[in-house]
């Protein structure tokens, strides 16, 4: 959806941070890589806020901060519906909502993936969609996502396989660590590990599985990873 702008900046800064301030689940999400040669500039003074309430299937999107001319919010819209949207991550100037579907719907789980525009007039725009199917669809599941590169891992509390998704080519390949649903997905922009109970897997940039056993929690305290959704 495309964004409308007020010749007011200010107003619509104030009206923009009242709305932002009754929401019950306000996620600003720090870019998780750096972005790419070819990717597009991202306005150095702009951010986005995603927020959800529960129950909506709809995310919406406010983008505010300073674009050179003045302060205020010059952007917002919505992205979406989803069956369940579980989790949200950012890669460069690419937003990746994890859907894990409804079974009663007959919706399956998917990957979601739109791109940022923070010019002169912002937007979320829709890029394309990248079916699960080896993941069980759940309107209740928990779920985690974090990347390196194009290399996105995901898994949730109700699988006991996670998900490696090649966003340069959408290739989707499944792994488990030893038989535990996932309860953690993070990265550290050069590193990932999923965390599945009380073992562990840890993968490279290049989708390569470094080692895996049994460590306890293990997760990078600073992680560039997903904003889970309630």
């Not at 309430?53 to 003045?70: F, K, Q």
Request: aromatic share 6%.
């Amino acid at each position: 959806m495309r964004s409308t702008v007020t010749s007011n900046p200010l107003l619509r800064a104030r009206l923009a941070m009242t709305s932002l301030a009754g929401l019950a689940c306000l996620c600003v999400l720090p870019p998780v890589l750096a972005a790419g040669p070819d990717a597009p500039a991202r306005g150095p003074g702009l951010f986005t806020v995603y927020n959800h309430l529960a129950g909506e299937s709809r995310i919406n999107w406010t983008t505010c901060g300073d674009n050179g001319s003045g302060m205020g919010c010059w952007g917002s819209g919505q992205i979406g519906p989803f069956a369940h949207a579980c989790a949200i991550v950012r890669m460069a100037d690419l937003v990746v909502v994890v859907d894990s579907g409804d079974p009663a719907s007959a919706v399956g789980a998917a990957l979601v993936i739109y791109r940022e525009s923070t010019g002169t007039a912002p937007s979320v725009d829709f890029l394309r969609r990248i079916a699960l199917d080896g993941l069980p669809a759940s309107s209740t599941a928990k779920c985690w996502a974090a990347a390196v590169r194009n290399q996105l891992y995901l898994g949730t509390d109700q699988s006991v396989r996670y998900h490696a998704i090649n966003l340069a080519n959408d290739r989707v390949t499944s792994g488990e660590i030893c038989g535990n649903p996932t309860d953690n997905v993070s990265s550290d922009g050069e590193y990932v590990v999923v965390q599945q109970g009380n073992c562990a897997g840890y993968f490279s940039r290049g989708g390569l599985q470094i080692t895996n056993g049994t460590y306890g929690k293990a997760f990078f305290p600073n992680a560039n990873a997903s904003v889970p959704i309630p």
